[in-house]
């Protein structure tokens, strides 16, 4: 992790280096009133075209990140005390429709999707916030999103709150996708999905991916976050305890017990057939011993 | 049966001036949470407005100018709550529009004085006659006029962007800025809208058979609020439905007054409320509302 930077540095910095499309979030300290402090100097990057994962248990700080760089901290009366968020070399300063603008998307927790409006009048919200007004431009946004989710295209005019978890948590995704971002916030889309619908989102998260969309995947569900990422950093109260590539995370024993363990005893180390495939990757990874949570200092920075 | 049809008829009349109203204090519910207890008074500024105006420049234009205006206070209102008292509790916005309803309602009380000001409507108290109906023609033109109005405003809230993202934001203010939906700018819409359309009404509530626009105009529109909960609150349809049913009894309660004695004189004035009461015993969200009125 860098030493905590002052503004003036890292507004130094982003001239310097070459910030096309990154994600940088610089020793961020948030609080909400007077009293919760929720981030305690996060820092992290997101370059482009790349997912990073956060990992973390509950109130560990994640939703609070996401917020800060989605720019709705304001609405949960939080307020950024200290830090910055910069994107595509831009500074991102807590107004959520600027934030999308600069092409910054998020997916908020539990899919918040309109339950009351149509899934076609959740697709046109989610288009509101580009620049464009063109109807041709939001018939092709749309039909971007119904080539990707075609279950979408099906319910197009049911009451979007009759969809089934999975096909919300599309819904939501596709929503975003509207805006056509170049960086996509997921809050934990795994979150209360079967074993198959998740491997279905992975799937999902993946394509949009590989269409250049950079990811910052925010997961309780630290096996599929880490297979589907490159680099991960773990959240606990407020600050990042470890740092690395997503490979590496997934073998270290911290990681396994702490946010991979709990599987295999819920499962009795025998997961259902459906369940088995998103925890492939931890279970084949070899059983270290080694290094605790100090050792795994030098992942950070 | 020639009564029926005419108490009827008035009944759709008022219920269509109550909806211009009813509306207006369900979108700024939906849009902002706020309970507007000015809505009274700023429909008798935007009237007041009308009627000081309409000698030098016409009817129509009078209108609009105190539609305008009404907007713009409206607006002001939203403004200073929000960025004056940024951060505060709905419930602290609620109380501030009950300060304002005062300030407004007690300057306004003195510039209207104890007169009944003209609108200088077109309609005057002419009356059209249907077979052996008779209706007044303001009647019949506030039916009109509404249905267009309303009709627009639906339209708009269906179709229009800003009818969307109004919708969204009410539906979940957080996921609609995620959207990159400015929840204060839909907000200032809605207060907008709704002084507008209040000051529409105010003509109407001051034309034939009443005598003119005075200080008790603000109080006549109180009889929309039963309609906006009736109606659910947060629903437009409802807003409208609400209003009809409001109208109508009222009109009923009117009409048949000599029927209604045995129930104590007054009966109509009470009437709206009854109903309201009945039917949030039946239905205590109201007939269209959503499943809880707090908002986040
Ligand atoms: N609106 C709020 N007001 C006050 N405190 C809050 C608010 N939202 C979050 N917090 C606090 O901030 C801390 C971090 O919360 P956050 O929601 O970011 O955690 P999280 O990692 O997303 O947890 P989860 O996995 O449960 O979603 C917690 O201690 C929480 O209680
Ligand atoms: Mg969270």
Known sequence: MSPPETEAEAEAETQVETEAGTLRVCDLHVSYGRSVQALHGVSLTVPQGRIVAVLGSNGAGKSTLLRAVSGTLALHRGTVERGTVHFDGVRLSGDAARSVAAGVVQVPEGRRIFGALSVEDNLRAGFLGSASRSRAELRAARERVFAQFPVLAERRRQAAGLMSGGEQQMLAMGRALMAAPRLLLLDEPSLGLAPLMVQRIAEIIREINAQGTSILLVEQNAAMALELSDRASVLDVGQVRLEGASADLAAADEVRRLYLGETYETGCGAPDADGDAAYATAASAPSVTGPGLTELGRWNG | ?296
């Open chain 2, 1 to 296: 049966m020639i009564k029926l049809t005419e108490t009827v008829l008035n009944g759709l009349a008022l219920g269509s001036v109550y909806a211009l109203i009813a509306l207006g204090f369900v979108v700024i519910f939906k849009a902002s949470g706020v309970m507007n207890f000015a809505h009274g008074s700023l429909l008798l500024f935007g009237g007041y407005v009308t009627a000081r105006l309409h000698d030098a420049i016409g009817f129509i234009p009078a209108v609009l100018v105190g539609a305008a205006l009404a907007a713009a206070l409206a607006g002001l209102v939203q403004l200073l709550a929000t960025r004056g008292l940024r951060g505060a509790e709905i419930h602290t916005l609620t109380i501030l529009t009950i300060g304002v309803d005062v300030l407004l309602s007690t300057e306004l009380n003195r510039q209207v004085g104890a007169d009944y000001l003209t609108m200088g409507d077109p309609w005057g108290a002419d009356v059209t006659r249907l077979g052996s109906i008779t209706v007044a023609d303001a009647r019949i033109a506030s039916i009109a006029v509404a249905i267009i109005v309303i009709g627009a405003f639906f339209a708009a809230f269906r179709w229009s962007r800003w009818g969307l993202s109004m919708r969204s934001a009410a539906a979940d203010p957080e996921a609609a800025a995620l959207m990159g939906i400015r929840l204060d700018r839909v907000r200032l819409i809605a207060w907008c809208v709704a002084g507008a359309l209040a000051a529409l009404a105010a003509v109407f509530l001051a034309a034939f058979p009443a005598p003119g626009l005075d200080r008790t105009t603000s109080q006549i529109a109180l009889s929309a609020f039963p309609a906006a909960i009736l109606g659910g609150m947060d629903s437009a349809v409802g807003a409208l439905i609400g209003s009809l049913v409001i109208g109508l009894t009222a009109a009923m309660a009117a009409g048949y007054q000599n029927e209604l004695s045995v129930l104590g004189a007054g009966f109509s004035d009470v009437a709206p409320y009854l109903v309201m009461v009945l039917v949030l015993l039946v239905r205590p969200t109201g007939l269209f509302g959503s499943k809880e009125l707090t908002r986040v």
